[in-house]
Structure formats: structure tokens, C-alpha cells
């Protein structure tokens, strides 16, 4: 695959996407954005969820693409 999102976990009307990955030689040709926007309906309009949850880290290969699809930082946490 090309493009794998690990999955949806829904809760209600919420849902958080994990483990969003894209192979090295095949980023930044649309394919991961394409299958998120896919999700991202999928999400509302079949399962009616208003707010969808995406954890990335700062600077991650992906988080300029989830902005530019609307999600906007909320928090930072840490763990130990």
C-alpha cells in the first residue's frame, strides 16, 4: 500500500485517526490527502461524527497536509 491509515476509533459523534502513514517515495504526490479527505467524509456524512481527533507531532512530515485539511492544534501533552 501506498497510503495506510491504521484506523478510526469512534466514540459517539467523535473519532480519532491513527497511525496515518505513507510510504517514503510516494509523499507529497496527493495520496495520503486523498485518503484522508476520503475518511474525513466518510466520518461526517455515513457516520455523523462532528469532530474527528488526529494526534501528529510538531514538525512531523505530515502536519503541514493535516492543517491545510483543517485541523488545527488544540493542545500539546507529554508523557513519561
Known sequence: AICKIG???????SGVITNVF?????RRKGFAE??????IMNAKDVHKMSDLLLFTEDGSNGHRLYEKLGFVKVSTYCMI
Open 7 to 13: 484506523s478510526v476509533i469512534s466514540e459517539g459523534q
Open 22 to 26: 505513507t510510504r517514503a517515495n510516494a
Open 34 to 39: 486523498a485518503a484522508i479527505r476520503k475518511l
